[in-house]
């Protein structure tokens, strides 16, 4: 007999999808929660770089970790809404990469050892969008 349940696997990149888009939803509100003292005490650098973020860059960040964290929810939910979800996600980490590294000066302000977390960003909201790709195939969301 073949069961439709999703596997163990499934479940571990579920809840590991949803502690990740957490920090990333938790990193959002840091930053735009920051005081003006906040932003006066960073170095000269990040400080410009901070302030001259446009509302554009600003939205497709939001868009970025709040569609990464309900697709997540909607994952673990076992709901094909994961999929939308994770592609405005990702469709937010690239404009907002995008910013940052083609119009914003982050590789000066943050070096070249400032490209691993963008990297990692695009690999696993990449993935994500696989992930579930493969688990609507195999029937698992509805």
Known sequence: MTT??????????????????????????????MTPEAIEALPELERSFYESVPVWATAAFAFAVWGG????????????WAKPAFLISFAGILVQLSHNYLVGDAMEVYGPGGLVMPVMIVVIGAFLIWHTNQAITKGWLK
């Open 4 to 33: 439709n349940k999703p596997t163990t696997f499934y479940w571990v990149i579920g809840v590991i999808a949803l502690l990740w888009n957490g920090m990333g939803a938790m990193e959002y509100l840091r930053i735009e929660l």
């Open 69 to 80: 964290l309900v697709g997540s929810l909607f994952l673990l939910l076992k709901r094909k």
